[in-house]
């Protein structure tokens, strides 16, 4: 199913802004519904791949809970109608603000990522009188073969708790009196696109399971975390991941004890394809060698092509010239990363056109900025 632009629509709006596709948004959540029904699966969102309320709200409606990594995340999945026993909270620097927030939410469970993190936890629930839910987040080791800036499970990263100080970790938290220890983290890293890694990561839970049961744990959840990538290159054809061969590995591999649930934090896989940044063609530059079309969308509106090095489809969605010619696609910011794609082939491409950057759903509006004095970008629905 290829997204269609509405360009009736757009002729009303101010680029740059972001289109979000809401019926190939439901047809993604209908198809994670479909592929976990029946199973002990639950699926959060991550909502640091897009906070937009009309999305969020559209997520909640197919009942799926929430994925929260600072106090304003968690607001916004309130605000937007989650129910806040769907809200984990992840995060390496919770401020007591933010952990009192999620106390006073009463959220189904703080994945807790350090020894000082879970004594602040102990210590607002006790001011509260509450007793706080947690999962510890284990750095399992995994290399998910991703980008270096995107990977998140092997040893020397910032994140979690490391697999030898867990008894250690275990053995505080049963000390503490308003601490309940309800599950175990993991993520491996991000835009993952071979299934082997979560495969790895089933056998390293199964084989740690064994190991905090001789401790004297029973752990309700297993949190395996997010990170399923999506077909940047190709859109229109895989609108929708293979959340099937996904959800099965988990299915196949990790061996559940009674009564536990498995917990899944997806975001881009959720909601990257379902947007794309509309951009202006502001001038058609030619050089000696290259021309370039300048767009009135930047880094600032789009940032993944500068810092991570990503490519983002580009299509030429208003031209109707047969002919094609190859352009560098640029933004207007001072920064010579300001870049779209080098080389692309484009139709003929002329002062005035609209072009749509693909599969900007997750991490694009969300990690947009005002430098250089820019507006944010706005929204526009299919419907
Ligand atoms: N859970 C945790 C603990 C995470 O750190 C992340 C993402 C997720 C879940 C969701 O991962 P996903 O399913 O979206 O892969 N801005 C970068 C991606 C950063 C991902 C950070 N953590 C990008 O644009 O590629």
Redesign the pocket.
């Known amino acids: 199913m290829a997204v269609k632009f509405p360009l009736d629509k757009f002729n009303e709006v101010q680029t740059p802004f972001y289109y979000y596709d809401i019926e190939l948004l439901e047809d993604t959540l209908n198809n994670i519904n479909d592929c976990t029904k029946g199973l002990p699966f639950h699926v959060h969102y ?1 909502v ?2 897009n906070a937009n309320d009309r999305i969020l709200r559209t997520i909640n409606a197919a009942g799926l809970g929430i ?1 929260c ?1 600072s106090g304003g995340e968690v607001a916004a999945a309130i605000n937007a109608g989650f129910d806040s026993k769907k809200i984990v909270f ?1 995060g390496v620097g919770k401020t007591d603000r933010e952990i009192s927030l999620a106390l006073d939410a009463n959220i189904l469970c703080f ?1 807790v990522e350090s020894i000082p993190e879970l004594e602040a936890i102990n210590e607002l629930a006790q001011q509260k009188g509450k007793i706080a839910d947690v999962a510890f987040r284990i750095n399992p080791n995994v290399d998910a073969h991703t980008h270096k800036y ?1 990977t ?1 499970g092997l040893s020397e990263n910032k994140f979690g708790i490391n697999l030898e100080q867990l008894p250690d970790v275990l053995k505080l938290a049963s000390t503490l009196k308003n601490i309940n220890v309800v599950g175990l983290h993991f ?1 491996i890293g ?2 993952i696109t071979i299934l082997e890694p979560f495969k790895v990561l089933c056998d390293k839970i199964n084989a740690l399971q064994k190991e905090v049961n001789e401790m004297g744990f029973k752990l309700k959840i297993i949190n395996v ?4 990538g999506v077909d940047y290159e190709n859109p229109d054809k895989n609108p929708i991941p293979d959340f099937k061969s996904y959800f099965d590995i988990f299915k196949n591999n990790l061996i559940l004890q009674e009564g536990q649930e498995v917990h899944f ?5 959720i909601v990257a394809q379902c947007g794309s940044l509309i951009t202006q063609v502001t001038y058609v530059k030619k050089g000696t060698a290259k021309q370039f079309v300048i767009t009135d969308a930047g880094m600032t509106d789009l940032i ?1 092509p500068a810092l ?1 090095q ?1 490519h983002h489809n580009i299509e030429n969605i208003t031209a109707t010239t047969e002919t094609t010619e190859i352009y560098d696609v640029v933004g207007p910011i001072c920064e010579s990363s300001d870049c779209f794609g080098e080389n692309e082939t484009l139709p003929t491409t002329k002062r005035g056109d609209l072009l749509a950057l693909r599969t900007a759903g ?2 694009g509006e969300i ?1 947009a900025s005002r430098y250089n004095l820019r507006d944010l970008p706005t929204a526009v629905y299919s419907k």
């Open positions: 991550a640091k791949a994925d990594v992840a994945n995107i998140t993520h991000s835009q975390g997010g990170g399923l934090e997806l975001g881009r896989a993944r991570y990503a997750a991490y990690m």
